[in-house]
């Protein structure tokens, strides 16, 4: 059997974020997000802008939909497959970490946890399956915004270490970008420390993340800074996940 066309699987990736966005995006967004070089993406733009799928605002430089693509089907990956991908990479990072593992996506402004596997002990824990978490404030969160295009939610404290300020998250989601991993210190529930890293799918776009969390004096060193370790595991099974779901990056 033939392969797949890694070309129209980013044209696919390009449609889907401008069908799931605020409408409007420029080429440097679509780019970083999805982790690609300007000259791909202005390629591909200009491929779907020659067929009618995309329009270029002439003022702006923004692209949007274009007249000729009627329709385009959801913009997210179907969470029963983002689950039922992952569940054979989070009970070994569970293993391999000694910590919790969640995997969550976007669900109306918040993280949705689709899986999640206890920490292998006997400790007393709770399932988070189906609970709604602040995108701003955890792991999970910092690095599915890091990759939407979408206006910031609103950043509600929960903890004095929580980040309120918005030019202060949009200096840490570049971050997350630059690393390919985001940390939640205490900035949820004090006491509580968290890492995780993006999962792609098709044409690269970021549909998920999965990450561990624990006490932080388990997850961080003295100085707060993550385990270098963990951080590994946790990029190691991203990537894992992101190859069962067809991403080729």
């Known amino acids: 059997m033939p392969g797949t066309v890694q070309s129209i699987e980013r044209a696919a990736a390009i449609l889907r974020m401008l069908a799931g966005g605020p409408g409007h995006l420029g080429l440097a967004e679509i780019a970083r997000s999805l982790d690609l070089a300007k000259g791909t993406v202005h390629g591909i733009l200009r491929t779907l802008q020659g067929v009618g799928f995309v329009e270029q605002d002439r003022s ?13 089907g959801t913009s997210y990956l179907d969470i029963n497959e983002l689950r039922s991908r ?20 976007v669900l109306e402004g918040k993280v949705l ?4 596997v206890f920490r292998p002990d006997d400790t007393f824990q709770t399932l988070d399956i189906g609970t709604l978490l602040p995108l701003h404030a955890t792991a999970l969160g910092k690095v599915l915004l890091a990759y939407r295009t979408a206006p910031l939610p609103d950043l509600e404290r929960f903890t004095h270490r929580t980040v ?7 200096t840490d989601l570049a ?4 690393a390919g991993w985001a940390a939640d210190i205490e900035e949820l529930t004090v006491g509580q420390a968290a890492v995780a890293a993006p999962i792609r799918g098709y044409g690269g776009l970021v549909v998920g993340a999965i990450g561990v969390s624990g006490l932080v004096e388990r997850i961080c060193d003295s100085h707060y800074r993550p385990h270098p ?14 190859r069962d779901l067809g991403a080729t990056r």
């Open 164 to 170: 309120t300020a918005p030019a202060r998250l949009a």
């Open 86 to 105: 992952s569940i054979n990479w989070a009970d070994p990072l569970a293993a391999r970490s000694g910590e919790a593992v969640r995997i969550g996506t």
């Open 229 to 242: 370790r963990l951080v590994g595991y946790v990029r190691d099974a991203a990537r894992a996940v992101s």
């Open 113 to 116: 946890v689709v899986h999640h």
């Open 60 to 72: 702006s430089g923004h692209y949007q939909l274009g007249a000729a693509l009627l329709h385009l």
């Open 175 to 178: 971050g997350v970008r630059e």
